[in-house]
């Protein structure tokens, strides 16, 4: 029976509103309460029972009636518990707190939640039961806490005994009332505050108050209405935004309270004593007679704190009361103190940018700003600010902190002058040094680092020409090395146009590009590079300022040059890309002084281009050029048509070219899908890889010619020597193979069962691969057999990946959709391949290899690499004989250099382009040793990962 009612608790848990399907909410409470009462039920069995009353209260409790029987139920039940059942009685009071809560009866002031909190108040004050019924306490002062935060003043008529429970509790649990005390006092006093007439008197009442009244919900009466919480935080900037208690200076008793609190609130965990400082700050902002230096004693404290959470205290305590408790001595020292908390190495980097968000977010005591925006403080000068400034050594979250932190101080001092200041020229010589960074083809993060700090400067900087003249020119030549920049680049010139309107440089950037496009010699021109070039064209056509005629020279003398190949290659992406310059040519404002030489390009890809999805895309827009006026092909290629008289005047200036039922904005719109409709599942049963198709060949050359068979290894011969003149081959040994099925999602849609055409998109999210080519599926049906798709990646460092992946397809219907599949990992092992020896070897020759490069690598003397990079090392386990034989046959049998049988195993794996990972394993007295040699250091934290993954589910 327990084991049935874990199994029905996962279910439930699992998803709700399925498993009610079988079932009501109300049979499915009956039977837990009704389990719950069963004495022969263990207590295990009746906590896991009330999780989904701690988990779905409301979904079990729909009505203020149900909630209070279930209270009742389970307060019966509390009652009914053994002592010693602690953990059981500790989640009844967590089961009755959610549902009390959540179904709104505390707010309501029911019979049930009136007797629970008398039942809370009284655990909480058996202070006497020692260490055995502190956890039970603990529970009930969050359950406590928890009422009171969703009906506020709930205690108000309990502070004193809140008070005096707080002053005498000795144990950790101190801190547990320190808090509950701290909330019910805010609430109470922020209630008090808004009542008309409030006045002294009523602040004595509340703070000696400790009468157990009946509980009315009535604002009248300390609570508020609809369980409505106080706004939090109350404090949201200077005194004055929150409500006021005008008490005079007869504050002796509140005055007395605080100090108290502030003493003890050295025992607390820096969480708690902000959490209390916090409380303490709102009180003090709503009692005006209570001056803000009862806190001026925690300030050295708080001040020189290494705790982040003490430090937020302390600004907002300076936010809150500004001169009345910081003096301009203090506010200097803290902005000194940030600045050196931002740069010190000992901070985490969340850390450091956190004090530099804390520095542009500075509250000064006397803000410049009038209309109350945040300006930087006047105190951070630039010879302050100059531990900060953002090196190629910092991490690129923080350097483009301190990039923005250092460009508002340079502004803000002044030295954004024509000529421009010294600070300005540094981040400029700084931008230029992550620009240098990326020509030497630094890392993906350093490339989006190096842009975004373009943005940055630009950004602050634009204004100054001879910057942005330079930075100009600087985009240009990266851009002519390293052609696989243009999306950053456009990204850049999108985002500095919609920002800086006033600014030119986009354009500027735009039509810079566009001439060292133009200018770049024609002969040397390779494929891939022309897609990058028209991604930028086409992008470049968007600006109806800059001329086309550049443009559309250098797209005729590409497409009908012999030595460019574009049109013999049928390369389907690139006959898009130079289809998108087309498209934004056909609505560009110079289009008459291009139409002839436009009309003779879209002709040509028309007749010889070698994909016939081009071609017919072509011959559309050579129709729509020759056909139509420029107010109707304006009108016809525009984006965006949605609504009805829109769609209709489209359909009206089509029909001279096309039948009244075919929709042009179809024909030519790719529909993206809202969820993935494919994806690739991994397919182990595949042999593990045998080589590149280099390999093979070479291989397959040598069976077929006898002349070149290569004789077995001679003895003599020095077998690394042999084995590493394979490598001299171009490509050998370099690809990886990787099999996937291509499976409809789990998620039905009978408009995708049958899809034709499927091109795929693979995009790598690191630089560790090449880039893949694109992958052509014929079709995939829902009933037929799945396809297998074989992904090719040619590794530069053998390390596990994310590789992402879109598609283009077409449904039965004729439409053309887009979709994203789910991210493709490749897997550490999944690169493994058997060493790669000629196929003439045998298994001695290969063990031969092995213990060479073992030799080689323990001795520090790696001839073909750094001996740095080599390195040994040792993996332990626990593992049992047979357990190791199955594991070594399981993970390891293909590199095997030696017999299953022999004690000592002896592995060998090969990770192209040209790494290797050698294992000694044997089985000791006490553990399991993995002996481990490598000629890549770097791969030793993925083997030690892979090897525990391994071990631990073996």
């Known amino acids: 029976m327990a084991a049935n009612w874990v199994e029905r608790i996962t279910a439930f848990s699992r998803s709700p509103s399925e498993f009610l399907l079988c079932t009501s909410s109300e049979t499915f409470l009956a039977e837990l ?150 909330l019910g006092l805010r609430n109470a006093v922020y209630l008090l505050a808004l009542q008309p007439g409030a006045g002294p008197n009523d602040l004595k009442a509340l703070l000696g108050g400790n009468e157990v009244t009946e509980w009315e919900p009535d604002p009248d009466s300390g609570t508020l209405k609809n369980n409505s919480a106080l706004p939090s935080p109350l404090v949201l900037g200077p005194m004055g935004r929150v409500p006021t208690l005008q008490t005079g200076a007869d504050c002796r008793e509140l005055r007395s309270l605080l100090s108290s609190l502030l003493e003890e609130s050295y025992l607390l965990t820096p969480i708690a004593q902000a959490a209390l400082l916090y409380g303490l700050i709102e009180v003090v902002a709503m009692v005006p007679g209570v001056s803000p230096a009862v806190l001026r004693a925690q300030l050295l404290r708080l001040l020189g704190t290494s705790e982040v959470c003490l430090l937020h205290t302390a600004l907002l305590m300076k936010a809150t009361f500004t001169d009345s408790l910081f003096s301009a001595e203090d506010e200097a020292f803290v902005l000194k103190r940030l600045v050196s908390l931002s740069q010190h190495p000992l901070q985490s980097t969340p850390e450091k940018l956190f004090y530099m968000d804390c520095i542009l977010h500075f509250p000064e005591n006397r803000p410049i700003s009038a209309d109350g925006d945040e300006s930087l403080p006047v105190l951070l000068t630039p010879r302050l600010a100059a531990a900060l400034v953002p090196t190629v050594f910092n991490d690129s979250a923080s350097m483009l902190a301190r990039l923005n932190l250092l460009s508002l101080v340079y502004l803000e001092d002044g030295e954004d002058e024509e000529e421009g200041g010294r600070g300005v020229a540094y981040l400029y010589d700084h931008l230029i040094s992550l620009c240098r960074i990326v020509e030497n083809r630094g890392s993906r993060e350093m490339v989006v680092t190096f842009f975004r700090a373009s943005f940055l400067f630009l950004y602050h900087f634009s204004h100054v020409e001879r910057y942005a003249e330079s930075l100009t020119q600087r985009m240009c030549e990266l851009y002519i090395r390293h052609t696989r920049l243009a999306p950053h680049l456009i990204n850049l010139a999108n985002h500095t146009q919609d920002r800086l309107v006033e600014s030119g440089w986009a354009a500027q950037l735009l039509g810079a590009l566009q001439t060292v496009i133009i200018d770049a010699p024609l002969g040397q021109l390779k494929l891939q590079e022309l897609r990058w070039h028209f991604m930028v064209l086409a992008r470049v056509a968007e600006e109806g300022e800059i001329s086309q005629r550049s443009t559309i020279s250098f797209l005729f003398s590409v497409i009908t040059s012999s030595s460019s190949s574009l049109c013999v290659s049928g390369d389907w992406r690139l006959g898009n890309s130079v289809l998108s310059v087309c498209r934004q040519l056909l609505v560009h404002p110079s289009l008459d002084t291009i139409l002839s030489r436009l009309a003779d390009i879209l002709q040509h890809l028309t007749c010889n281009y070698g994909d016939t999805d081009i071609q017919d895309h072509a011959r559309l827009y050579y129709t729509l050029l020759t056909t139509l006026s420029r107010e109707k092909l304006g009108a016809v290629l525009a984006q965006g048509v949605s609504n009805g008289g829109q769609h209709a005047k489209t359909r009206s200036l089509s029909s001279s070219i096309m039948a009244e039922s075919e929709d042009l904005t179809t024909a030519l719109t790719i529909r993206q899908t809202g969820r993935p409709i494919f994806k690739l599942v991994r397919l182990d049963s595949y042999e593990p890889q045998r080589g590149t198709e280099t390999g093979q060949k070479l291989e397959l050359h040598n069976e077929l010619d006898p002349h070149q068979t290569e004789p077995p290894m001679d003895p003599e011969r020095d077998i690394l020597e042999a084995y590493r003149a394979q490598f001299h081959n171009p490509g050998f040994a370099s690809e990886i193979t990787l099999h996937y099925k291509l499976t409809h999602t789990e998620v039905h849609d009978a408009h995708f069962d049958q899809l034709y055409s499927i091109r795929m998109h693979l995009d790598l999210t690191d630089s560790h691969y090449r880039e893949l080519s694109d992958l052509s599926i014929p079709c995939l049906f829902r009933d037929r057999v799945l396809p297998v798709v074989k992904l090719r990646l040619e590794p530069r460092q053998p390390y596990p990946t994310t590789l992402r992946a879109s598609a283009i397809f077409t449904t039965q219907d004729g439409l053309s959709w887009h979709t994203n599949l789910p991210d493709i990992q490749v897997a550490f092992q999944q690169v493994f391949m058997p060493l790669p020896v000629p196929w003439a070897w045998g298994d001695g020759d290969k063990l031969r290899v092995f213990e060479r490069t073992w030799e080689e690598i323990s001795s520090g003397e790696c001839r073909d690499r750094d001996a740095a990079e080599c390195a040994t090392s040792l993996f332990c386990c626990e593992l049992e004989e047979k357990a190791l034989h199955g594991l070594v046959e399981k993970h390891f049998l293909p590199y095997l250099m030696t017999d299953l049988s022999e004690d000592q195993y002896k592995v060998l794996v090969y990770l192209p382009p040209q790494s290797h990972v ?33 071990t631990t589910c073996s």
């Not at 008529?157 to 649990?173: A, D, F, V, W």
């Not at 890549?936 to 892979?946: A, G, K, M, T, V």
């Open 33 to 182: 309460l009704r389990e719950l009462r069963d004495d022969k039920a263990s207590d295990s069995v009746k906590v896991a029972l009330l999780s989904p009353l701690c988990e779905y209260p409301t979904l079990l409790c729909p009505s203020i009636t149900v909630a209070e029987e279930t209270a009742l139920e389970l307060m019966s039940v509390f009652a009914q518990c053994l002592p010693k059942s602690l953990q059981l009685r500790c989640h009844l009071l967590l089961a009755l707190t959610s549902v009390l809560t959540c179904s709104f009866c505390v707010s309501t002031a029911s019979s049930g939640s009136q007797d629970f909190l008398a039942l809370l108040l009284q655990i909480a004050q058996e202070t006497n039961d020692g260490a055995a019924v502190r956890p039970l306490r603990a529970v009930a002062c969050d359950c406590l806490r928890e009422l009171e935060a969703c009906c506020p003043g709930l205690l108000t008529q309990r502070l004193e005994l809140l008070s005096g429970l707080r002053q005498k509790e000795t144990s950790r649990l101190h801190q547990a009332y320190a808090g509950l005390h701290i």
């Open 918 to 950: 050698l294992l000694k394993i044997t089985s000791e007295e006490d553990a399991v040793q993995f002996n481990i040699a490598t000629d890549n250091w770097q791969l030793l934290p993925f083997i030690n990962s892979f090897l525990h993954t391994i």
